[in-house]
Nanobody
Framework: QLQASGGGLVQAGGSLRLSCAAS????????MRWFRQAPGKQRELVAG???????TYADSVKGRFTISKDNAKNTVFLQMNSLKPGDSAVYYC???????????????WGQGTLVTVSS
């Protein structure tokens, strides 16, 4: 399963760092991603990092957010700088994980962590 943490309340222009760790008897972790969902809006992809380290970002966060991972700890991070009120949302991590309980990679979602940016 995935456990996300690091959300909170921050003023515009501030920074937050989100973390999401995969736990269990893990054979491997493939792509890891961060999504967000604001009230009344659809869930959107914020950033992703492939197993080889290739990263992708939504246009709205390029240059402000950085996704990274610690392979040894099966953990993905999202460093968010220059935060704007429009970044306020529940942030969800998503990953493809292969565990002893599944025949191959399965997609998992974290529980979500709330980020609120005040103006």
């Amino acid at each position: 399963q995935l456990q996300a943490s690091g959300g909170g309340l921050v003023q515009a222009g501030g920074s937050l760092r989100l973390s999401c760790a995969a736990s269990g008897n893990i054979f491997g972790v493939n792509s890891m991603r961060w999504f967000r969902q604001a009230p009344g809006k659809q869930r959107e992809l914020v950033a992703g990092i492939a197993s080889g380290g290739l990263t992708t970002y939504a246009d709205s966060v390029k240059g402000r957010f950085t996704i990274s991972k610690d392979n040894a700890k099966n953990t993905v991070f999202l460093q968010m700088n220059s935060l704007k009120p429009g970044d306020s949302a529940v942030y969800y991590c998503n990953a493809e994980v292969w565990t002893t309980a599944t025949p191959g990679f399965q997609q998992y979602w974290g529980q979500g962590t709330l980020v609120t940016v005040s103006s």
